[in-house]
Structure formats: structure tokens, C-alpha cells
Nanobody, 112 residues
Framework: QVQLVESGGGLVQAGGSLRISCAAS????????MGWFRQAPGREREFVAT???????VYADSVKGRFTMSRDNAKKTTYLQMNSLKPEDTAVYYC??????WGKGTLVTVSS
């Protein structure tokens, strides 16, 4: 059993920055790959970024160069630093652990 809680979402102007977090508890392991996904209103959930010990970080083309994913294994917390935000980044951002566990999401709204 793994529990994931996202936080740090909010309202930001286009061009601004925001960092969201994902805190894990339960049987979460530092060896699990972690991922971020997002879902905009009326849209399908899409991949944003992932981090693993085997492959490092991988980003969707839409966010590459603007977003940075990292993790603090001691704190069991994963981060997504979002820079140069665009209105199209507006979405609920979901944390994923081990390709099987999900958080409930945190809302990021980017105003134009």
C-alpha cells in the first residue's frame, strides 16, 4: 500500500514559475520510478515527466526545457519545478509511483 499526496498547486501568471510536490507514505520505496501526469479540463490525462534510477529523467516534448523533476528519497518526496509556464499548462497534476499508485492531484492554473 502506497499513499501519495500532491501539494503546491495554485494560480500563476504566464511566464511565471511554480513547484509542486508529491509526498509518499506507506510501502513506498525509493527504488520505484516516479512520474507526473496532468489532465486539463475536457482533455485526456497525459504524461509529463518521470524519474528512475535506471534512466534518470524523461520529459514530454511539451515541457522539456521548462520543467525539471527531482526527488528527495530521505523525505520520500518528489518535485516538479515548472518554469516559463503557459496557459496550456493549466491542469490537475497527478503523481504516480511505481507505475501503479496515484495521488488525487493538485490544480495548477496559469493565467494569460
Amino acid at each position: 500500500q502506497v499513499q501519495l499526496v500532491e501539494s503546491g498547486g495554485g494560480l500563476v501568471q504566464a511566464g511565471g514559475s511554480l513547484r509542486i510536490s508529491c509526498a509518499a507514505s506507506g510501502r513506498a520505496l525509493s527504488t520505484y520510478a516516479m512520474g507526473w501526469f496532468r489532465q486539463a479540463p475536457g482533455r485526456e490525462r497525459e504524461f509529463v515527466a518521470t524519474i528512475s534510477r535506471s534512466y534518470g529523467t524523461v520529459y514530454a516534448d511539451s515541457v522539456k526545457g521548462r520543467f525539471t523533476m527531482s526527488r528527495d528519497n530521505a523525505k520520500k518526496t518528489t518535485y516538479l519545478q515548472m518554469n516559463s509556464l503557459k496557459p496550456e499548462d493549466t491542469a490537475v497534476y497527478y503523481c504516480n509511483s511505481g507505475m501503479r499508485y496515484w495521488g488525487k492531484g493538485t490544480l495548477v492554473t496559469v493565467s494569460s
